[in-house]
């Protein structure tokens, strides 16, 4: 997914039903499993640490705004929480705040959390059309 459309995603989904409106123009895109795993994360993902990294680093689930990447980078998911998901104001930082683990339950169970949000935010257009039967 191109910079842009991921901006655009993750804005939206922040803002989505928000009260105060969040200017993105300060954060920049986090992948909570980094880019680089340390051999601490390559543990903690498991045996099967590869494939995980692979399929999910890039997912909807993985992603998040924040104004501290320079800061997260690397570090342990614990640290990550200590650093920047415990008290961060951004509605996609929710729960992050929670949870002993990051990996690939989590991953989905946030991708699907925010694909609620995606549908309703995008509607699938209803229509009242009716294929015309013809006359036998």
């Known amino acids: 997914m191109q910079s842009k459309n991921k901006n655009f995603l993750l804005e939206s989904l922040e803002n989505y039903n928000s009260s105060y409106l969040v200017n993105i123009d300060e954060l920049t895109i986090e992948h909570i499993m980094p880019q680089k795993l340390t051999k601490g994360w390559k543990e903690s993902l498991g045996d099967n640490w590869q ?53 690939e339950k989590e991953i989905l169970d946030r991708a699907k959390r925010l694909a609620q949000d995606a549908m309703s935010i995008w509607k699938y257009p209803t229509t009242k059309y009716e294929k015309i039967k013809p006359d036998e």
């Open 51 to 103: 494939e995980i990294h692979k399929k999910y680093l890039h997912t909807l689930g993985n992603l998040s705004l924040t104004a501290k990447n320079r800061e997260l980078s690397n570090n342990s998911w614990e640290e990550k929480q200590a650093i920047d998901y415990k008290e961060s104001k951004l509605k996609l930082s929710f729960k992050l705040d929670r949870g002993s683990k990051w990996g």
